[in-house]
């Protein structure tokens, strides 16, 4: 049952929003709106990464995966609405808050690219301490 489950994992955390998201920018009817989805792949992409730096942690805890699939299924649930819940409680907020540190190091990503491309990068300035 474990591999089932597995195998259910990526269809519903991945390609079965991708299908909705698809669905969504060729406006056929019965896919959701743009900013649903645009929630649910927030709050999806932080659980995803919370997840990628736990998960040595994470798999020692008994039936995790059947955990995991349910909070996928209720993240993009329409009946739960799960993303927009965790999106409107706790991300924003989070992001609200971090917005300097994440500027940062979305500045000091795109100088890496840069510099591992070859191309010449500006400096990337320090955020300003705010008291």
């Known amino acids: 049952m474990g591999v089932v ?26 896919g959701p709106d743009a900013l649903t989805l645009l929630k649910y792949w927030a709050v999806f992409a932080m659980f995803y990464l919370l ?4 998960y040595c942690l994470l798999w020692w805890f008994p039936f995790y995966s059947y955990f995991r699939l349910a909070f996928v299924l209720w993240l993009h649930s329409g009946f739960t609405e799960g993303a927009d819940t965790l999106y409107t409680s706790a991300l924003v907020p989070f992001m609200k ?5 994440f500027e940062l190091a979305l500045q000091c990503f795109s100088f890496g690219m840069k510099q591992l491309a070859g191309k010449p990068a500006p400096q990337v300035p320090l955020p300003k301490k705010t008291e």
Do not use: H, K
Request: aromatic letters at 12%; proline letters at 9%.
């Open 51 to 54: 997840e990628s730096l736990l």
């Open 5 to 30: 489950v597995e195998c259910l994992y990526p269809l519903t955390g991945f390609l079965l929003p991708a299908w909705m998201g698809f669905r969504c920018l060729v406006g056929r009817p019965g």
């Open 97 to 101: 808050d971090n917005t300097e540190l």
